[in-house]
């Protein structure tokens, strides 16, 4: 299925509508599908937009054909050589032969996977510049390099429930959660910077407390 490349990019970019014309001829349950999905561009929820309508479109005109069942949602990972399912996925198998047969859904995921982690970059930086705003007096500059690597994400992966593809990230208990939005990076802000203040303000006050100790020799020579 090399030619999936052709059918759902146009000018290098995913197409939703080429990947819909794919599905339909392709004969894969596409109207029954889309009533499942309740719209015709692929929002399953006012907070999670489909990442990749052309994803959603490839994976659900071939897991059928490879015995996949969703759901279960699928929660796709990269690795060094290909995409796989998390461990203890007992479809592992059928979707490792999936993602060899069809090297084009590869390309989807990563394409999807790019772009998630490129708005999520844009989003935290947007954030920083708004709360930053009046503060150009003072050094922010050690805060923000501890915040921005604090930020980083642990691991991310693509999800596909059957009615949408949507990229998920790792936080640092271990749970999986959307890729965070300008909204969340500005709620994470807000609570770093008061630990920030807090935790200065008790160094502060701690060294204002540690005064320094005469010794005897001190002392005799009168201070």
Known sequence: MDSINNQFFINNTAS???AKAYAKNDDIGFAQMMATRGSVDGLSGAAKADVS???TMALGGLIGRYGINVPPKLRILPTKKKYV???????????????TDNPGVSELLTQAHTKALTD???AMESAIDTFMRG???YDMRGFLTEF???QKPRAVSVVYDGLGSYVEEQDARGAWRLVKGESDFM??????????????AAVEYNKGKSLPT???EQVSQGG
């Open 16 to 18: 939703p509508t080429s």
């Open 53 to 55: 309508p052309a994803l």
């Open 85 to 99: 399912l998390e461990e203890g996925d007992d479809r592992s198998g059928k979707f490792d032969m999936l993602i």
């Open 120 to 122: 999520r970059e844009a």
């Open 135 to 137: 503060k150009g007096g």
């Open 148 to 150: 921005k690597e604090d």
């Open 187 to 200: 709620d994470d802000l807000m609570k770093a910077y008061t630990r920030y203040n807090t935790t200065n």
């Open 214 to 216: 005469l010794n005897r």
